[in-house]
């Protein structure tokens, strides 16, 4: 009997500790940046991490997040977050949080002039506009004759499940997407034919996984996920019940 090669272990890198990891190559980086920002690779010159850890964000958030956030060379500031469960009130919060990315970059007595751009970037692994757009992105316009208020702001949201749900012709973003929605090796090398940047993220995509500390890591994370997952449906399903009984 023929034996079979056991599978080869591969994180997701839509489990944001995978993610963050993969983040920490420039290179790659740098092409998923102008690839959600829509721009030419070669206007990002230099781009670098800023501090940044697993973190309880508000006090109904019992998981926390890994985000990454980055300082571009033209000093605008991107904060990158995979958010693996649904949210209810993910809008509020991201605007919260951007709203104090932008503040903090103040000094008391500071003039405003030196406040620059900053932006969010939402990867979303559920559903949060019932449209077939995968991407949106929101600027600070009036409501009559699209007028800027003020460019410093911008949220970008990409909701992962709907590549699976419609067809869309083929952008660098679509293919880092894929790449990051990916679930088998097979999905994985077919999205590294698509891009040199994207080939380079599976090489460091399959270093990572080989290395042992990361993979512990990587795992706890994943259970973390699934605990905060069953928890928050059994709440749902115990207000259900005593709504229920109430009636």
Not at 11 to 37: G, I
Not at 102 to 127: R, W
Request: contains cysteine; proline residues 2%.
């Amino acid at each position: 009997m023929e034996n079979k090669k056991p599978t080869q272990f591969l994180m997701k890198p839509k489990v944001d500790f995978c993610f963050k990891e993969l983040m920490q190559d420039e290179e790659v980086r740098n092409a998923f940046l102008a690839a959600v920002l829509g721009i030419n690779l070669e206007e990002i010159v230099e781009s670098r991490i800023l501090p940044s850890h697993l973190s309880q964000k508000d006090k109904d958030d019992k998981l926390g997040i890994l985000d990454v956030r980055v300082l571009l060379n033209n000093k605008e500031q991107i904060d990158i977050e995979i958010q693996v469960t649904a949210s209810e009130y993910w809008a509020e919060r991201t605007l919260f949080y951007l709203g104090k990315m932008f503040t903090d970059q103040l000094k008391p007595g500071e003039d405003y002039q030196k406040l620059e751009k900053c932006i969010h970037i939402g990867i979303l692994n559920f559903t949060m506009f019932e449209d077939e757009e995968y991407y949106s992105c929101f600027h600070f316009w009036s409501d009559q004759g699209r007028k800027m208020y003020s460019d410093k702001v911008e949220i970008h949201t990409l909701e992962l499940p709907k590549l699976a749900k419609y067809e869309y012709p083929e952008t660098e973003l679509l293919k880092w997407l894929q790449f990051i929605n990916a679930e088998t090796k097979e999905e994985f090398e077919m999205a590294a034919e698509k891009s040199e940047y994207i080939k380079k993220a599976y090489e460091d995509l399959n270093r990572i996984s080989a290395d042992e500390e990361k993979r512990l890591e990587y795992e706890a994370r994943e259970r973390a996920i699934r605990d905060h997952q069953y928890f928050l449906l059994f709440t749902k399903r115990l207000g259900l019940e005593r709504d229920e009984k109430k009636a």
